[in-house]
């Protein structure tokens, strides 16, 4: 890898470069868009990338910040965004062969809030057909590819794939994704990243499309912890179009982020929860813990009331029903394109009726109470993010799911964030899991960076992609 080239660097480090004049905005645009050209046909990344609006965007940050005129520590930073985030005027697929040419009446406000911030939205991110599935495949877009093997085309993790492949792959520094059951932290793990999934409400979901209004969440994917806590810092806050947002304040991570983990006190997965768990994911996950506990954590186990499957199970049964409402009409119509793979997993809320989604309501609020009672004295529970390495696309068994520790965190209306933790003998990343209660996005992060501190695992690159 060379060290010159400004499209290797993090997003905290870009702007760093371009706030002191060492780094121009149509530089970091130049790099960016240079390796997409070179790489992108291959990894298949991005539905659209906006060449020429992007260049002009630089041009305009280069002249305004030499000038004194600089919005900000982010001004001319470039982003990608998941293809299921309006911008007016620009197409916008929702990952479905159906909406090729479907345009944005809208911008959703997350938009609005980076661009605001100076950022250049550099292009769409693919992503799984109506952002319905954790593998990251697409019968109809293009399934992108996992850019940790350069020989076997490996699931990139859904339903974010592009956004994850992306910052991977050193085409942007930095993307938006959504987290529904697992969509960021799913994704960032399989590719080597960091991801957030943030509490429903801290970050504006208004021009976003629904799979399952419930539980819908945008949140960041970066190459480092501290560039998630910069951009989920940016992304949050109260909008009037989404009123889930109007019950939490903003919350600002960075001034605690560097605390270190002496004194808190992390959960561990019961002996139950361990069975299924691929040996070299098991092991980097048991590293990782005695990583926290050298660093001065208090660590035990905790059981929660009920298992990571069985609260995922009742995320996939929210989802069908919510996701019907939404999409039902489109994957009803089987003479439409819609992929194969996902018309089944919305087919799952077909049948579900009022009573039997309102029970699921309440069933949740149940379980809510009871885990948070169960996490009482604790600071977060620490997880494997998935269950295996990235597998082999051929290899998918499109009837499960690898959302197993994810969808927990969603079910329970708690935030959480993965982080790079080891690498298999193929040399595949495997993550860490860090789930805190709602509204604690601070402690995720801040044990997050500590643990990024004591290990090298995110400085990774993939292989070959610095050709």
Partial sequence: MSSSNPAFLTATDAAAAIQAGRLSPVELVDALLARIDAHDERLHAFAAVYHEDARAAAEAAHKAISSGHGIGPWHGVPVALKDIIDIEGRVTTIGSKHWENRVSPTTATLVRRLTRAGMIVIGKANTVEFAMGGWGTNQHMGTPRNPWDSEVHRAPGGSSSGSGVSVAARLVPWAIGTDTGGSVRIPSAWCGLAGLKVT????????????????????????????????????????????????????????????????????????????????????????????????????????????????GGDVGRLIGAEGYFHVGALVDDEALPIDEDVRPRIWLGKGVSAADYLAMLRTREDDKRAAAAAMEGFDALLTPATLTPAPAVDAIDQNKTPAHFTRMANWLEWCALVVPNGATAGGLPTSLHIVCRERDEATALRIGWAYEQATEWHLRVPPGIDA
């Fill in 200 to 311: 429903i409400g801290q970050v504006s979901a208004a021009g976003v499309a629904p799979l399952s209004h419930t539980l819908d969440t945008p949140g960041p994917m970066t190459r480092s912890v501290e560039d998630a806590a910069h951009l989920y810092t940016v992304l949050q806050g109260p909008d009037p179009a989404d009123p889930a947002t109007r019950r939490h304040v903003p919350a600002n991570p960075l001034p605690t982020m560097r605390r270190g983990v002496a004194g808190l006190r992390l959960g561990i997965m019961p002996e139950a929860e361990r069975r299924g768990v691929d040996a070299e994911v098991l092991a980097a996950y048991d590293a990782s813990v005695d990583v926290l506990a050298q660093a001065g954590a208090q660590v035990e186990t905790l059981a929660l009331p009920r298992s990571a499957a069985e609260y």
